[in-house]
């Protein structure tokens, strides 16, 4: 039932479609990877631009807002100048945490936005199908994560003990873009920031006001760049995009 809702909404005339703002959440230390990731150059492009140069390709989504480090938002702006990103509206000083930043973004979106599409800054293989997934789930239920189901094999541990093997079927891999109707992820975010709530992705906010989030199509090469190894897999496969597309 739910692929034909979402089949027809994505059938509808472009003009009836809710406008959407990508929130780009580009403000984290890349601690992990030692480097500033997002600058990491893919197959001669920045991560940045090429996450950008998605959203920008599909047609679903209507702005785009960076938000990045204060000491970064120059350099930004000058790079997403070079590579003529039309839909980039702002670029804007994120927090010092996710929630701050991706808050931040929400507050400057259009008036005109009725959901919003957050996505992260170093996901740059994600592809015009999830988007496209996400918002319309989004727009039918308020709230929609893409997800993969998890491959591994779970362990539960105390220390270095494994005491559990829970289901696998049960656990999902969460990404982004997730997808809220504006009013929404306002209220989850401001709430999550009042609290200091220890939620790891945007979603948790809103489960915080017990508001149920519904799951969308993911990809498995819709990866989060975090460490190096991240970047010699997104290098495989945008090889085997271009090698497609010859």
């Given amino acids: ?3 034909k809702i979402s089949a027809a909404i994505r059938n509808r005339n472009e003009a009836n479609r809710p406008f959407c703002t990508a929130v780009v959440a580009a403000g984290g230390s890349s601690s992990r990877m030692g480097a500033d990731k997002l600058m990491y150059k893919l197959r001669g492009i920045p991560v ?6 998605r959203l920008e390709a599909c047609s679903v989504i209507h702005e785009i807002i960076v938000a990045v480090r ?3 938002i120059e350099e930004t702006v000058s790079l997403l100048a070079e590579y003529k990103i039309s839909k980039l509206t702002k670029v804007i000083a994120g927090g010092d945490s996710r929630l701050v930043t991706v808050y931040n973004g929400v507050m400057e979106a259009s008036r005109e936005a009725e959901i919003i599409a957050v996505h992260d800054g170093a996901r740059p293989l994600v592809s015009d199908l999830v988007i496209k997934n996400a918002v319309d789930m989004g727009s039918l239920f308020s709230c929609a994560v893409p997800c993969v189901p998890v491959k591994d094999t779970l362990k539960e541990a105390a220390g270095d003990k494994a005491v559990n093997t829970p289901d696998r079927s049960r656990f999902y891999l969460a990404q982004t873009p ?11 975010l401001a709430n999550a920031i009042k609290k200091n709530l220890p939620v790891t992705d945007d979603a948790s906010a809103v489960e915080a006001l017990e508001f149920r989030v519904h799951i969308s199509r993911g990809d ?12 010699l897999i997104a290098e495989a496969f945008l ?8």
């Fill in 1 to 3: 039932m739910l692929k």
């Fill in 48 to 53: 940045l631009v090429r996450t950008l140069q």
């Fill in 70 to 72: 204060p000491e970064a």
């Fill in 178 to 188: 997730q997808v809220f109707e504006k009013s929404l992820i306002k209220c989850a």
């Fill in 220 to 231: 498995y090469r819709n990866i989060k760049l975090t460490t190096p190894e991240d970047l």
């Fill in 239 to 246: 090889a085997e995009e271009e090698k497609c597309c010859e």
